[in-house]
């Protein structure tokens, strides 16, 4: 056994997982999971900038996971960084107070190797498994980009696209400072052409139409699965594996999209990080499951995260 820490900045949340992993028999057991709203991607895509109070936030949850690491004593620490500092002209700040506060420096990682992690931390579990064809066909729709991974034991092909939840959503649907609620007409129909020429552009390297299962990762696909299910609360053991068709995603979507945000706040399972950004990613998930052809989509809750502890384990 290896106690590991794994962490994953996205554009919208940061995430931590601390866990015993054994390599001989495949089996990863969590002691500790946790996830903070921290929008380090707040306005990035319209200043090229991280800003200040973004990253103070996430320096705040650092400061909280450090202290986790160290309570578990986790041998080994790493800290994967993804869209938003990527695409920052001052990530350097970002880099030198997560070294300050973690004693890692984040790597900023490309998309393919973001694809690789996620597609290892979703399926490494599902293999055997009579019920589930391959290819694998995993979206990871994140914040700021959606990572597509076609595999089967291993990755085939992978593409990242700047398509995410809080990109759409601040790309499309922000008027005067704030989310339109509900959007015009004209606003979804302009953020799904964005959209489809992603998938198009995802297309090129990726065969979406030959996967035989949908696996879809992140925080606007386990939101879906646990608002078709109803729950009165976040579960993640009802929504991991949990297995939502095409039908209900769009009806779901339709909502959404027609929604005010008191609508949304009150649906018992949602954060209140996603409030805003969830129809966009809906949305995003929709037009995937309509471009490939999928009946269904198979929601898993280990993703990148996972893929990141099994890389130092």
Request: net charge negative.
């Amino acid at each position: 056994m290896t106690r590991v820490a794994a962490v994953d900045c996205g554009t919208n949340s940061i995430r931590l997982l601390v866990a015993d992993a054994d390599p001989a028999t495949g089996e990863l057991t969590d002691l500790d999971r946790r996830m903070t709203i921290v929008r380090l991607g707040q306005d990035v895509d319209r200043t090229g900038r991280l800003a200040p109070e973004a990253l103070e936030r996430t320096f705040a949850a650092c400061r909280e996971y450090a202290e986790v690491v160290k309570a578990h004593g986790a041998e080994r620490l790493r800290f994967v960084a993804t869209s938003a500092s990527r695409d920052a002209e001052n990530r350097d700040d970002f880099v030198r107070g997560v070294l300050d506060i973690l004693g890692v420096e984040p790597e900023v990682i490309s998309g393919d190797q973001e694809a690789e992690f996620s597609f290892t931390g979703a399926t490494k579990e599902l293999t055997g498994r009579a019920d589930l064809d391959k290819p694998y066909l995993v979206v990871d729709i994140g914040g700021g980009s959606t990572e597509f991974v076609v595999g089967d034991d291993h990755v085939r092909a992978a593409r990242s696209v700047d398509v995410g939840c809080v990109r759409m959503t601040e790309r499309h649907l922000v008027r005067d400072g704030a989310v339109t609620d509900p959007p015009t007409a004209e606003q979804v129909a302009a953020m799904r052409a964005d959209i489809e020429a992603a998938l198009d552009l995802a297309g090129r390297t990726v065969p979406l139409g030959e996967a035989r299962t949908l696996v879809g990762l992140a925080g606007s696909v386990t939101t879906v699965s646990a608002i078709a299910q109803e729950l009165p609360e976040y579960d993640s053991a009802a929504i991991h594996h949990s297995r939502v068709s095409r039908d209900r995603v769009r009806k779901i979507t339709d909502w959404l999209l027609a929604s005010t945000h008191a609508e949304r706040a009150a649906v018992p399972s949602m954060h209140p990080g996603r409030v805003d950004v969830i129809a966009a990613g809906s949305l995003v998930l929709l037009a995937i499951m309509e471009r490939t052809g999928a009946e269904e989509v198979v929601v898993s809750e280990h993703d990148i995260l996972d893929g990141i502890a099994w890389s130092i384990a």
